[in-house]
């Protein structure tokens, strides 16, 4: 078998699942090389949930991995310098590797290992930033485009995530011919399986009433007060919303209820950070999931391909790097505009008029997210390993 290895910082609950699928598969033999060092795995502390997380599902199972030795005098993948790993262009050798994989290139030793395997073996990339954020021409823009011609200098192909991500690759020097398509994906069958209620059984919400669901960081770039104003001024008594998450705003959420009328406040619910082997409960208890990113760097939100899998229809934001791939207006959700709270309303309220839609929306949602899967991301992979290294 071909020998792919794959450089990233630490393990996820969204990579786990392909590495194990792509070692399972036999078709290619892959090696993880876990860069930011075993400390990731003691330091459990989100920032942006602000709490320690323990992911539930495995993250290491079903595949090869090493965590390679980092000298960072700060370790993290926040910064270039977090990630300092002298043996791992040597450990990649040593294993015979006869392609790379590299997520994410602002990292020292990431930067150096593109440079180093460059005309040796195949190099691929893997990375979802968009140009959804890229307003102005200035002197950073331009520095920015000089540095990012520089680094795919390095790259042969590039693993591209969805048509947001494809125009960015476009525009920073990479031909059509070296880009290829591997969706952005979760573990659909994880989402897909379940049929429970239970959430809206302990909330005892009305099987007949509307249940908005967010989920995620209670953060700036996701916009949740947005949401929190338009349900307010929607002023339906047969709607709920659901917050699900924490984060720096949450306080300042939780303080604008208190203030609120106790007919609208007993229809607002807060809940803690749910794990991964609860989502699926999560989700399939609401009737909608909604995305109201403004970003900067929203560059796909996985979050809609859970809510979709689980067969619910999505209000996102065009600021969403997924919306233009994932939502087809009033088929299985809608768009709105960024930020702008009549354009929200708009959107919610369209599905309250619809209410006896939302069902077969929901089924068109999960039927339309079956392509993105780690099936195709693991077929993409092995065609290029056979065809190009």
Same mark, same amino acid.
């Given at each position: ?17 392909? @590495? +194990? ?42 595949? /090869?991995? /090493? ?17 300092? =790993? ?37 190099? @691929?990339? *893997? ?7 890229? *307003?102005?021409? =200035? ?61 809206? +059984? +302990? ?31 929607? *002023? ?28 609208? !406040?007993? *229809?607002?619910? @807060? ?64 768009? @709105?505009?960024?930020? =702008? ?12 008029? !619809? ?35």
């Amino acid at each position: 078998m071909k020998k792919l290895a794959i450089i990233t910082t630490h393990p996820i609950q969204y990579n786990a699942p392909l @590495f +194990e699928m792509l070692s399972q598969r036999g078709v290619i033999k892959i090696k993880v090389f876990y860069t930011w060092g075993e400390s990731v795995m003691h330091n459990k502390y989100d920032p942006g949930f602000k709490k320690i997380i323990n992911w539930d599902i495995p993250l290491l199972n079903g595949y /090869e991995y /090493e965590f390679i030795n980092n000298i960072s005098k700060n370790p993290g993948s926040n910064h270039f310098n977090g990630i300092v =790993n002298p043996t791992l262009i040597n450990d990649i050798e040593k294993w015979g590797a006869e392609g790379i994989l590299v997520f994410g290139w602002n990292f020292r030793s990431h930067l150096k290992c593109l440079k180093y395997f460059s005309k040796k073996i195949p190099v @691929f990339f *893997r990375g979802d930033s968009t140009l959804l954020d890229d *307003r102005k021409l =200035n002197i950073k823009s331009i520095l920015k485009k000089f540095i990012l011609n520089y680094v795919y200098k390095h790259v042969d192909y590039v693993f591209f995530v969805g048509t947001e991500n494809k125009k960015y690759y476009l525009k920073y020097g990479l031909k059509e011919s070296q880009l290829i398509f591997a969706p952005h994906a979760i573990d659909n069958n994880r989402f897909k399986e379940n049929n429970s209620d239970t959430f809206r +059984e +302990e909330l005892k919400i009305s099987k007949s009433d509307i249940i908005f669901l967010f989920a995620g960081k209670l953060e700036f770039k996701k916009n949740p007060l947005l949401l929190l104003n338009a349900f307010i001024e929607l *002023r339906n008594q047969n709607i709920h919303l659901i917050f699900v998450g924490n984060g720096e705003l949450e306080e300042e959420l939780k303080m604008k209820c208190i203030g609120l009328d106790k007919s609208i !406040q007993k *229809r607002i619910t @807060f809940i803690d950070f749910q794990n991964q082997q609860k989502m699926p409960l999560v989700y399939k208890s609401a009737d909608i999931f909604i995305l109201p990113s403004q970003g900067p760097n929203e560059t796909w939100g996985l979050a809609v391909n859970e809510a979709m899998a689980s067969g619910i229809p999505v209000i996102a934001s065009d600021r969403c790097g997924c919306s233009s791939d994932l939502i087809e207006n009033y088929k299985n959700g809608v768009i @709105f505009k960024t930020n =702008n709270l009549e354009s929200l309303k708009d959107a919610m309220i369209f599905m309250i008029l !619809q209410k006896d839609r939302i069902k077969s929306m929901g089924k068109y949602a999960q039927m339309s997210i079956e392509k993105w899967s780690f099936e195709n991301i693991s077929l993409a992979i092995e065609s290029i390993m056979y065809s190009k290294s």
